[in-house]
């Protein structure tokens, strides 16, 4: 039998089923995942204006936690919508261009958030192993390009990946994606044709960035350590170690879940497959979520200026 009598092509429409095994609750999942995107919505936004408004906390590190927030901003807000259509009111279908379309806003984000802690965590070793030469080493000048070339290397790479769907992939065996948003593999997977050279890809994107992220920063962070605990002053360790409590935190919550979610989608056939939606989901959601309760916790200067805000609204 023909390929063309068994499979869909070129299908325009697809269909997201959103967690398969857990559709009768997933209303009440929606409510959690509607309350995280407005706690992040929220709280990113509030980062963002303490950030532009306060001249003192125009320096690189505030910079850097300012493009996170708008990073974190874009990608809750590329999933959550749609997300939230098919678990309330059951609007499961989306043009094949426009999951595109998502999948490139998702994967991007994701590439240049991983991109960005690299660059926190850079901005942190120069910071504590080479004090007297951070203001030379980390000028706007360096951090405007560091954001420019974060932000290319994740449009350029996600948008191969794509191609490579869209104009490598014409046979579909099915259009019904198992999945709650347009992830590479959910959909490379419905395809009738050898995917070995879009995995591949996707492999090649993955350990590029987020692979090569994770080793650059795990290094900055073990000679930071290595530099802390050689100081002679307890309270200089302390003062040091407090100013990477908040970026490792960060680090080690968007790399486990990332981790964990990429090879339980390529290698994790075992594990139950709402499970992987569920965690899927969940990683892109919660560091939007985190990132600004972290930061405003454990950065002094955010917290500081944080109070000030609300301090103000309750005397007026």
Request: net charge positive; aromatic share 12%; hydrophobic share 55%.
């Amino acid at each position: 039998m023909s390929i063309s009598n068994v499979t869909i092509f070129m299908p325009s429409v697809l269909t997201l089923i959103g967690i398969p095994g857990l559709e009768s609750v997933q209303c009440w999942i929606g409510i959690l995942f509607c309350a995280m995107y407005l706690i992040a919505m929220i709280g990113n936004s509030l980062l963002l204006i303490i950030i532009i408004s306060e001249h003192s906390l125009h320096q690189p590190m505030y910079i850097f936690l300012g493009m996170l927030g708008v990073t974190d901003i874009a990608l809750s807000t590329s999933i959550v919508p749609k997300m939230l259509g098919i678990f309330w009111f059951h609007v499961t279908e989306i043009y094949f261009d426009s999951c595109l379309l998502q999948m490139w806003l998702i994967h991007t984000f994701q590439c240049t958030e991983s991109g960005i802690l690299l660059a926190m965590a850079l901005d942190r070793y120069v910071a504590i192993c080479y004090p007297l030469r951070h203001a030379a080493v980390f000028s706007h000048q360096l951090v405007t390009r560091i954001a420019a070339m974060v932000t290319l290397r994740a449009a350029v790479l996600v948008t191969l990946c794509l191609i490579l769907i869209k104009f490598r992939l014409q046979f579909y065996h099915t259009t019904v994606i198992s999945h709650s948003y347009c992830e590479h593999m959910a959909v490379v997977k419905l395809a009738a044709e050898n995917i070995r050279v879009n995995k591949i890809c996707g492999l090649f994107v993955a350990f590029t960035v987020a692979g090569l992220d994770f080793v650059l920063i795990t290094l900055s962070y073990i000679q930071i350590f290595i530099t802390v605990f050689r100081l002679p002053q307890k309270e200089a360790r302390l003062k040091a170690f407090n100013t990477c409590v908040a970026h490792i935190c960060v680090f080690l919550q968007f790399y486990s879940l990332g981790f964990f979610s990429f090879f339980a989608h390529r290698f994790g056939s075992h594990i139950p497959p709402y499970i992987h939606i569920l965690f899927s989901s969940t990683y892109l959601l919660v560091p939007p979520f985190l990132n600004p309760l972290v930061y405003g916790a454990k950065t002094k200067q955010i917290r500081v200026h944080m109070i000030k805000i609300f301090c103000s609204k309750n005397l007026l």
